[in-house]
């Protein structure tokens, strides 16, 4: 859970360094999204190739997720 993992770094009070950030391409933007709005400044997205066949699917599962983190102050 990527809350979860976020919470954890935060914890371990990792502010100060560079955090890398590893998920699936189409994850990338609302991992880093939530982690910058979790007071991280230093972020950056290393991403995990998708299947490529499923890719549009979950972009479009991603968009719907984004919308919902947005609505609900995660982002």
């Not at 809350?3 to 391409?25: A, F, K, P, W, Y």
């Not at 599962?61 to 102050?73: H, N, T, V, Y």
Request: include cysteine; proline fraction near 1%.
């Amino acid at each position: 859970d990527l809350h979860l993992s976020i919470r954890r770094q935060r914890q371990m009070c990792i502010r100060d360094r560079e955090i890398g950030v590893l998920t699936s391409n189409f994850h990338i933007y609302r991992a880093r999204l939530t982690a910058e709005k979790w007071g991280f400044d230093n972020v950056y997205g290393i991403s995990a190739e998708s299947d490529p066949v499923l890719f549009i699917h979950l972009c479009v599962r991603e968009c719907a997720s984004i919308l919902k983190d947005r609505l609900m102050g995660n982002m």
